[in-house]
């Protein structure tokens, strides 16, 4: 398949695009230039793809290869200079001032004077929820993400992991049906990050959220998702999109299975072929 072209291979045929009636962000030859003292950056080029409704889209690829810029794209946080992209039919500035997603960034960005309950409150009060209704949504996503009983802790008295889990549960306090993730685990050791793999999924089940998941982890890639972008060196360009084989309901042992195995190593082919392409 040729890069940029968004459309997933089932086995050696091409997958048809996704129904307009199910697709939630669609990008259509998006590119990205910065303009810096020392020229142009092309940090994105022609990438065309759609993620649907339910999807767990992961996006892989080498530093600076466009995955976290295509993310803050769709998070109205750098504008494109070219091309067009849609996030539940809105431009994405409108999706952001309709609250259509929730943002979970590489640290935690916890503010260490406020209580994990206050934390995940935050963005509720600011968008002037009545008292009780914040209170409602805390205790709802604090138990989502197993957080139930830590509302009064502070982010220092928690562990890494969990200071991930109480950003999680605010980013998912407003309800959105997106949630665009960018390298959330990448920081946390094995064990953790396995764990927190497994409640992310969890949770993903449980809340049919549509996530948008950046990784540097082929593993972790193939475990989380229904979908699997494979991103060129910059200009970030789209050298592949799998469709996973593997079931929903995926204990960690599935990474020993040959049909993980085979989707890693389609991954690794992909990476690879990305870095045959001439600017």
């Known amino acids: 398949m040729g890069a940029g072209t968004g459309q997933a291979r089932a086995g050696h045929g091409t997958a048809p695009r996704a129904d307009p009636a199910e697709t939630v962000i669609a990008a259509r030859d998006l590119d990205l230039t910065f303009e810096t003292g020392d020229g142009q950056v092309h940090a994105l080029k022609g990438i065309t793809l759609d993620i649907r409704k339910g999807d767990f889209v992961s996006f892989i690829g080498p530093s600076g290869c466009g995955k976290t810029t295509f993310l803050r794209c769709i998070a109205a946080l750098e504008q494109p200079t070219g091309g067009s992209l849609s996030v539940n039919g809105m431009t994405p500035d409108e999706a ?47 138990d989502l993400v197993d957080l139930a009983g830590f509302e009064k802790k502070f982010p220092w008295q928690l562990s890494g992991g969990m200071q991930q889990r109480a950003s999680i549960a605010r980013a998912l306090a407003f309800d959105a049906d997106i949630l665009l993730m960018d390298e959330p685990f990448g920081a946390l050791d094995e064990i953790v990050r396995d764990h927190l793999n497994e409640q992310l999924l969890q949770l993903w089940a449980r809340t049919d959220k549509t996530i948008g998941f950046v990784t540097h982890s082929i593993p972790e890639a193939v475990y989380m998702s229904t979908r699997i972008v494979v991103m060129s060196p910059r200009p970030g360009r789209i050298t592949d999109v799998i469709d996973s084989p593997l079931p929903r309901d995926r204990p960690l042992d599935i990474r020993d299975t040959p049909e993980f195995l085979e989707v890693a190593h389609r991954v690794r082919e992909g990476l690879r072929a990305g870095h045959a392409y001439d600017d």
């Open 96 to 142: 952001r001032r309709a609250r259509a997603y929730g943002y979970v960034f590489q640290a935690a960005g916890l503010y260490p004077w406020r209580t994990i309950g206050r934390n995940v409150s935050l963005p509720l009060e600011i968008m002037g929820f009545s008292r009780a209704e914040i209170a409602e949504r805390v205790a709802r996503v604090l």
